[in-house]
């Protein structure tokens, strides 16, 4: 009988046991290559800064800070871009503004002005960053609470009751003899008068009485409050919060509970002791 030519040949068959000791090496290799794909970039990461309580109808500053993903180097260096949309959640929310609420970072960095509306509410600041390079982009989230209150405020009316104008300055605005922040006043004509208003958030105030107080003494006279002093106060009142007294409550709970426990134990001893 002549051999059977080469392509008549039956297939090689692979046994179970080359199977099962080629299956992990190919599968390690398949998570080895999905991970060096992972790592051709860093991490997209970020965090936002900025003050977590904003007065109503005022303004907050917020940082956002973003690094990695693809348009970014292992080396930090910015290869591609990093852009972000920003939006805002809460109870009402139609007074409430983002400026610029969409926009790219620069050398990873972003500022947001929040403009917080008349309502006292929660809001969450979202962020929606995206980075980008040759066709890979990459996404995140980042969020930040914020708490909406009434703020303290101080106002008063200056007058320049001379024909002689001011220069602008900047008036000193003290809490209880510290300083809290200044009011910025334009230049003023003679027989003039201007409005002032300044805003104060501070949830950490102790309980009790608080004082406003501005002073014109460094303009010598030209200006004066409209009731012809050059100081002027404002008090206001910090009421204590609410006691809260569910610890109590479950306190008295838990020794209720014991008592009867212990009156059903030692009433059980009891009859169980006659009963001997």
Not at 208 to 226: D, P
């Amino acid at each position: 009988m002549s051999p059977r030519p080469a392509s008549a040949r039956a297939p090689r068959r692979w046994t179970p046991l080359a199977v099962g000791l080629l299956t992990p090496v190919l599968l390690l290799a398949a998570l080895a290559g999905g991970a060096n794909a992972a790592s051709s970039y860093p991490p997209l990461t970020g965090h936002i800064a900025g003050p977590n309580v904003v007065g109503q109808g005022l303004k907050g500053s917020y940082t956002v800070t973003v690094t990695g993903g693809p348009a970014v180097g292992f080396n930090g260096t910015q290869v591609g871009t990093l852009s972000y949309e920003a939006s805002v959640a809460g109870a009402n929310t139609s007074q409430v503004t983002l400026l610029p609420s969409a926009g790219v970072f620069t050398n990873g960095t972003a500022t947001i002005s929040l403009t917080a509306g008349n309502v006292t509410q929660s809001l969450v600041l979202s962020v929606d960053v995206t980075s980008g390079y040759q066709g890979q982009n990459v996404s995140t989230n980042l969020s930040y609470a914020i708490q909406v209150v009434q703020p303290y405020s101080l106002r008063a009316q200056l007058v320049v009751e001379s024909g002689i104008g001011t220069a602008a300055f900047n008036l000193s605005v003290l809490l209880d003899g510290t300083p809290v922040g200044s009011v910025a006043v334009p230049t003023l004509t003679g027989h003039s008068s201007y409005s002032i208003a300044f805003s104060y958030v501070n949830q950490n105030l102790a309980p009790g009485e608080h004082t406003f107080s501005i002073n014109l003494a460094n303009e010598h006279g030209l200006v004066v409050f409209s009731n012809g002093q050059e100081f002027y106060s404002q008090s206001f009142y910090v009421t204590a919060s609410p006691i809260n007294y569910t610890p109590y409550y479950i306190l008295a709970g838990g020794v209720f509970v014991a008592a009867i426990f212990i009156f059903l134990t030692t009433s059980g001893a009891r009859r169980r002791g006659r009963k001997r």
